[in-house]
């Protein structure tokens, strides 16, 4: 499987930065990943990113020649050359050549995708959201992961992470979709992937709470008037026995 997996796969440099945490206890704090790389035959093509903590900070547009930054403002204080990008692609094209022919040209293997569909944040109708489709245990990293609405494909608002490194050497990838809840709309995240003998859907609609019926209604106003008459009747009969006492002390006086 290592092997395997290492004939697609360039170098991959992680630095983690540690802080002691009680006696000889070492812990990881954040986890960068500067210049994670890949490249393989199918296209061919590769991919350059940089990452801490698992969030993606940039990506190198290999056809482009530029860096583009996941969050824009984060070019305002750092910068990355495009061609060093570049100079390790041709660098991790050149070791592939060489393993993938000391290893007879051995295929990888293709691992079935995990696919997570779920909403950004509680949905409410008419309020705008976004749909995430988290899809895990990607291998090899070529994946095609599309939106549809009520059976149709959906291009307006989507996006998507680039392939995300694991430990494993595996790769997860994460889609975006930005909508309008609806209660007569429905979505699903469709992935194809090798490992796959067919695309996935993986469905979603909003989860609305069902209307209650006129007897439920009904019930429930009787219970709230009920509770309400004991209420007015038990402080009635509290009113009185205070009444009562009051009016005893005073008739018997003193001794």
Known sequence: MVLNRALIL?????TTMMSPSGGEDIVADH??????????????????TQ???????????????????????FSQFAGFDPQNALSEIATSK??????????????????????????KSSVMLGQPNTLICHVDNIFPPVINIT?????HAVTEGVSETSFLSKDDH??????????LPSDDDIYDCRVEHWGLDEPLLKHWEPEIPAPMSELTET?????????????????????????????????????
């Open 147 to 151: 939106w549809l609405k009520n059976g």
């Open 31 to 48: 986890v960068g990943i500067y210049g994670a790389e890949f490249y393989q035959s199918h296209g061919p093509s590769g991919q350059f």
């Open 170 to 179: 595996s790769f997860l990838k994460i889609g975006y979709l930005t909508f």
């Open 219 to 255: 019930v429930v106003c009787a219970l709230g008037l009920t509770v309400g008459l004991v209420g007015i009747v038990v402080g009635t009969i509290f009113i009185i026995q205070g009444l009562r006492s009051g009016g005893a002390s005073r008739h018997q006086g003193p001794l």
């Open 10 to 14: 360039g170098v991959l440099a992680l």
């Open 51 to 73: 990452e801490f903590d698992g969030d993606e900070l940039f990506y190198v547009d290999l056809g482009k020649k530029e860096t583009v930054w996941r969050l824009p403002m």
């Open 94 to 119: 050149h070791n592939l050549d060489i393993l993938t022919k000391r290893s007879n040209f051995t295929p990888a293997i293709n691992e079935v995708p995990e696919v997570t569909v779920f909403s």
